[in-house]
């Protein structure tokens, strides 16, 4: 059975910093490219950022370029979402997701088999 649990959310005031975790069992992340979206209430859900298959390759929307960073850990079969100086309009539930069938880059929108549960992010100003 296939499972993607995040971890690490919170609430942070404007200007600091969390790092989420998102864990897999039952795949084997560093063969597999991943994302995070995030949603926000009355919003519709938000590509984040990704990295690809091999690992060699991150990508962000314009948003949080600069600011986030995604990372893999093979042996811990995680990836990371570290995200400093935060916004308050970074407020959002955060997701990871797998992309069992993209073979290079990550897709901004469809292609993700498994997604996780969610985490809380709020940023107060």
């Known amino acids: 059975q296939v499972q993607l649990v995040e971890s690490g959310g919170g609430l942070v005031q404007a200007g600091g910093s969390l790092r989420l975790s998102c864990a897999a069992s039952?795949?084997?992340?560093?063969?597999?490219?991943m994302g995070w979206f995030r949603q926000a209430p009355g919003k519709e859900r938000e590509f984040v950022g990704g990295?690809?298959?091999?690992?060699?390759?991150?990508y962000y929307t314009d948003s949080v370029k600069g600011r986030f960073t995604i990372s893999r850990d093979n042996a811990k079969n995680t990836v990371y979402l570290q995200m400093n100086s935060l916004k308050p309009e970074d407020t959002a539930v955060y997701y990871c997701?797998?992309?069992?069938?993209?073979?290079?880059?990550?897709?901004?929108?469809?292609?993700?088999?498994?997604w996780g549960q969610g985490t809380q992010v709020t940023v107060s100003s």
């Open positions: 997701a797998a992309a069992t069938g993209i073979r290079n880059g990550v897709p901004e929108r469809s292609g993700y088999d498994y």
């Open positions: 039952g795949l084997t992340l560093s063969a597999i490219a």
């Open positions: 990295i690809n298959r091999r690992g060699g390759s991150t």
